[in-house]
Every structure is written in structure tokens, then in C-alpha cells.
């Protein structure tokens, strides 16, 4: 189903707020994918897909179509969190690439193609090249996904992939902040969970 909370996209790498589509904001977890639903409505949040190729799908998809890719996004979810979990904090190299073969099978699929387009701006048109995508099936929906985590791995310096630390939280994020100082998913949340904490630690030890 739709959730009524927002996803979290506070990752600064795309490839990681897919990571970041279950988890917990306040005390029980959710799951942003949960069925075909939840995947279209998260495919629209984080924009991978334009909202009238999902209303495409929606309409097209046999019954239970779309329920069964969304177990398989989060099939491909889990696989890459292991994938990330166990990598982040130091820089990737050629001997990671075996693991990565899933990824490149799924890339394999991809019918996607070039085209130019004229964009106007106040009555004058300019030409741009454009990448599009055949949408032929409701599996094509997982190539955006494919394409968000192979840039993840080839452009993202994995020594600044970190996970929040706060105690329960599970949020992954790329730390591009000056000296890589980051350390929560965000300061309204954990960060300042941690704060008060660390007050109250003061207060009860009186330093
Ligand atoms: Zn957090």
C-alpha cells in the first residue's frame, strides 16, 4: 500500500535512499515497497519514473503483477544492502566486481535508447540529447533502480558510505560534508536524539 508518511531521500546518493525505502521513523518499522502499490507511489517520490508511465503500469499490469515486483525490488533491496553493509568505509576495487553480477544482468535488460528533443525557453529552441526508455513491461519499472545502484558503486567513494548512529536507526547515507564529519541520517532525528542523551548523561553525572 501507499504509505501516509513520506519516504526518507536524506541519503545524498540516490542508490541509498532505495536502501533507505524500509525503516523505522518513529517506533515500528515500515516498508515503502511493501507491495505494487507502494513501489509505483515510491518510484514517483524519488522521481525515477514519470508519473504517466506508472499510471501506465497501473493500468496495464495483469493481477498480482505488480505485487510480484515488488517482492523482487525488495529481493534486490536486501541483496545490495549486504552488498553495501559490508563494504562501506573503505574505496571499492576491480575484486568487487564478481559480487556485482546480478546487477549486471538486470542492467543487460535495458532497452533504453537516445533521442534529440528541442527544449524552448522564451520562444527560442535549443537541442538536447536526451536518454529515454521502451517501458515494454512492468519489470522495466526495476531498470531505473538497476541504474541508481550501478552509479552508486562507480561514483560514490564507498570510504564515505556510512550507516546513522543512532542506536536503532537503520538509515544508510553518503557523507559529503566538508571533513566528513556526518554522523546521523539527520539532525532533527537522531542527531538530536543523541543530543539530549548526552545531556541527560551530563545532568546524572553532574560533569
Ligand atoms: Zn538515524
New binding site residues.
Given amino acids: 500500500m501507499s504509505q501516509q508518511i513520506p519516504a526518507f531521500f536524506i541519503a545524498d546518493a540516490p542508490g541509498l535512499d532505495f536502501l533507505n525505502s524500509v525503516a523505522t521513523p518513529i517506533d515500528r518499522p515500515i516498508d515503502w515497497i511493501d507491495d505494487g502499490e507502494g513501489l509505483l507511489a515510491w518510484l514517483g517520490q524519488s522521481r525515477l519514473v514519470p508519473a504517466e508511465v506508472l499510471a501506465a503500469m497501473r493500468e496495464r499490469a495483469m493481477p498480482g503483477e505488480l505485487d510480484r515486483l515488488a517482492d523482487q525490488t525488495r529481493s534486490l533491496r536486501e541483496w545490495f544492502r549486504s552488498f553495501v553493509r559490508a563494504r562501506k568505509g573503505r574505496p571499492l576495487t576491480g575484486a568487487d566486481l564478481r559480487e556485482l553480477e546480478p546487477l549486471n544482468l538486470l542492467l543487460a535488460r535495458d532497452d533504453a535508447f537516445g533521442r534529440i528533443v528541442a527544449d524552448v525557453q522564451e520562444g527560442q529552441a535549443t537541442l538536447r540529447f536526451e536518454r529515454a526508455r521502451r517501458w515494454s513491461s512492468p519489470e522495466a519499472l526495476l531498470l531505473p533502480i538497476g541504474e541508481i545502484l550501478a552509479k552508486l558503486v562507480c561514483e560514490e567513494d564507498f570510504s564515505f558510505v556510512k550507516a ?1 548512529e ?1 542506536p536503532a ?1 537503520t ?1 544508510l547515507f553518503a557523507d559529503h560534508t566538508r571533513g566528513h564529519a556526518r554522523r ?3 539532525m532533527s ?2 542527531g538530536n536524539r543523541a543530543k539530549q542523551a548526552a545531556h541527560r548523561h551530563r545532568v546524572k553525572t553532574g560533569t
Avoid: N
Wanted: glycine share 12%; with cysteine.
Fill in positions: 546513522c543512532g536507526c538509515l546521523w541520517c539527520s532525528a537522531c
